[in-house]
Nanobody
Framework: QVQLVESGGGLVQPGGSLRLSCTASGNIFSFYTMRWYRQAPGKERELVAD????????HYADSVKGRFTISRDNAKRTVYLQMNSLKPEDTAVYYC??????????WGQGTQVTVSS
C-alpha cells in the first residue's frame, strides 16, 4: 500500500506562483512515473504533467506548458509541481498519482488551488 500526501495549495492572485508537493510512503517511489492531475468544478479530471522515474523525461498539458514545471526528489520520495503565471482557469483541486497497475493505482487526497483577485 502506498500513501500520497499533497501540500502547498492555497489562494493566489492571477500571475502569482505556488509550489505543490506530494510525498509517498514506502520504498517504491523511485521506480515509477509520477503524475499531477487536476479537476475543476463541473469538469473531468485532466492530466497536467508527468515525470519519469529518474526525472529525465517530462510531459505537460498544452494549457500549462511554459508555466508549470514538474520535478522529483527520489531521496525524499517527493514530486513537485511549480506553478508560475497562474490564471483563474488554473483553479482546481490538484492530485498526485502513482500508477503501478489498474489494481494498484494510488491517489493523494487533493489540494485546492484557487487563483482569484
Amino acid at each position: 500500500q502506498v500513501q500520497l500526501v499533497e501540500s502547498g495549495g492555497g489562494l493566489v492572485q492571477p500571475g502569482g506562483s505556488l509550489r505543490l508537493s506530494c510525498t509517498a510512503s514506502g520504498n517504491i517511489f523511485s521506480f515509477y512515473t509520477m503524475r499531477w492531475y487536476r479537476q475543476a468544478p463541473g469538469k473531468e479530471r485532466e492530466l497536467v504533467a508527468d515525470i519519469s522515474s529518474d526525472g529525465g523525461s517530462t510531459h505537460y498539458a498544452d494549457s500549462v506548458k511554459g508555466r508549470f514545471t514538474i520535478s522529483r526528489d527520489n531521496a525524499k520520495r517527493t514530486v513537485y509541481l511549480q506553478m508560475n503565471s497562474l490564471k483563474p482557469e488554473d483553479t482546481a483541486v490538484y492530485y498526485c498519482n502513482l500508477l503501478i497497475t489498474l489494481q494498484r493505482d494510488y491517489w493523494g487526497q487533493g489540494t485546492q488551488v484557487t487563483v482569484s483577485s
